[in-house]
């Protein structure tokens, strides 16, 4: 009687070739499909468009001196004075920022502070080019 001392092993490095050859399959005709369903849009009618919101634009001069719409306030007062001019304004009103590129990035960043305390959200720096 023959006894084998050998236990069997499984060997799996052909299923493993063949699984990443399917995963490269795959992979590279994934791409390809694209599914797309036809869809038909409502019609909507020809009204004319409502007229664009109205911008608060402030400008920094050299000076230090702030423009808000061309009412003129020096930056040590500008805080107070344009909690003024805005308390009936609406707060989702977009501002406009443009400042001399020769200030100080802290005198900026004061009147941007400011108009975010005011309670704008919606601030745009204004660059030429």
């Known amino acids: 009687m023959l ?3 050998d236990k069997p092993e499984l060997n799996i490095t052909p299923l493993v070739d063949v699984m990443l050859v399917l995963l490269a399959i795959l992979m ?5 499909i694209v599914y797309q369903e036809k869809i038909e849009l409502p019609k909507g009618s ?10 608060i634009a402030i400008r920094v001069d050299l000076q230090k001196t702030v423009y808000v719409n061309e ?3 020096p930056i040590e007062a500008f805080g107070d004075s344009f909690l003024n001019y805005s308390a009936g304004i609406p707060k989702d009103t977009p501002v406009t920022l443009r400042a001399d590129k020769n200030l100080k990035y802290d005198d900026v960043m004061y009147v ?3 108009i ?5 959200q919606k601030i745009s720096l ?4």
């Open 3 to 5: 006894e084998y001392e």
């Open 28 to 32: 590279l005709a994934t791409p390809a």
């Open 46 to 55: 020809k009204s004319s468009q409502i007229s664009e919101m109205e911008k």
């Open 71 to 73: 009412k003129k306030y």
């Open 112 to 114: 941007m502070k400011l």
């Open 116 to 120: 975010k305390a005011s309670g704008f």
């Open 126 to 129: 204004v660059t030429d080019g």
